[in-house]
């Protein structure tokens, strides 16, 4: 896809990624449609190409619905031929948004969107502009209660979220997408409890990750956190909603996600921390939601594989 060079609109462009999901992406479509900024807001739509015989129509439908899409300052489509998966056409898609326009906001197609989510992200990107451990903003948060005093509408986490959010160029760039320090990591356990400050599973998530097992931008993008000592601003009400915990997503098949209503707060002026901090009672809270159940614990077989894989490269 060509970008076109004359978007003049001061909001940030954003980048919705869709695939074989009709309804699914009818409904993000029209809650985003529904946002304040909407009209003066440029919308791209990746269409990754089909995987096989069996999606080929599904993708159609979903490609003549997005040629009726209407409700923003423009719709540019890019359909991909082949397949690109999930991960691979992430990274390309926001990569060629964000070099043309310095910051996007990314979507996928199982998002449902408050009306003031397209005003807390471009407020949140234009504060945090110059801000470079703010390396992303989210529009989706946990089902967590701030405390009563607490003065701002965001928080910074050490755990960043791939439900609705947005970045900037300079730090987009700073992810290394082939983790080539993977091998130091996996064996050293402090760097593995600092990264799981965000949460128990995402050692484990990573490891999958390095094994072939999981095919992942988000974690990647989670580590690139880490590695630059970055944060993620979540709002404290959560203005995204995933309807795609349902098994008809390649990533969440049927997971089990606690979440809170969309927000009907109509879009304000929004009061954001000054200094990169993260809040003991926001982490500890995000760090108690994703503790890894008896269930998933097999996910430590994969770390334990690839500690004595790289262990043995780096001896010999």
């Known amino acids: 896809m060509t970008i076109p060079t004359s978007k003049n ?14 309804e699914h992406t009818r409904r993000t479509v029209e809650s985003l449609a529904q946002n304040e ?35 923003f300052r423009s719709v540019t489509i890019a359909e991909r031929e082949r397949n690109c998966g999930l991960a691979k056409s992430v990274i390309g898609g926001v990569s060629q948004v964000c070099a043309q326009f310095g910051r996007t906001i990314v979507v996928e197609d199982d998002l449902l969107t408050a009306p003031n989510f397209l005003r807390f992200m471009n407020e949140a990107l234009e504060h945090y502009k110059d801000q470079v451990r703010i390396f ?16 701002y509408d965001a928080f910074c986490s050490y755990r960043s979220s791939s439900w609705g959010w947005g970045t900037w160029q300079d730090r987009w760039m700073k992810a290394d997408w082939a983790m080539r320090d993977f091998a130091d990591f996996i064996v050293d356990r402090q760097q593995q409890e600092r990264l799981n400050r965000g949460g128990d599973d995402l050692t484990p998530m990573l490891a999958r990750q390095m094994a072939g097992h999981l095919n992942s931008w988000a974690i990647r993008w989670e580590y690139a956190h880490f590695k630059h000592e970055a944060f993620a601003l979540f709002p404290v009400t959560s203005m995204v909603y995933n309807i795609g915990l349902d098994g008809s997503g390649v990533h969440c098949r049927g997971d089990t996600v606690n979440q809170k209503p969309l927000s009907s707060s109509a879009a304000r002026a929004y009061r954001f921390p000054e200094t990169a901090e993260v809040p003991p009672h926001f982490a500890a809270e995000i760090k108690r939601l994703n503790r890894i159940s008896s269930a998933r614990k097999v996910l430590r077989y994969f770390r334990s594989q690839l500690e004595s894989k790289y262990s043995a490269v780096k001896s010999s």
Not at 9 to 22: H, K, Q, T
Not at 141 to 146: K, L, Q, R, V, Y
Request: aromatic letters at 12%; charged letters at 20%; zero cysteines.
């Open 9 to 22: 609109s001061e909001l940030s462009p954003i980048a919705l990624f869709v695939y074989n999901r009709p």
């Open 37 to 71: 900024l909407a009209p003066q807001s440029d919308l791209f739509v990746f269409a990754d190409g089909a995987k096989n015989e069996n999606a080929r129509a599904a993708i159609q439908e979903v490609r003549e619905y997005a040629q009726t899409i209407r409700g």
């Open 136 to 151: 992303s903003v989210s529009g989706f948060n946990f089902p967590i209660d701030a405390p009563e005093d607490y003065p």
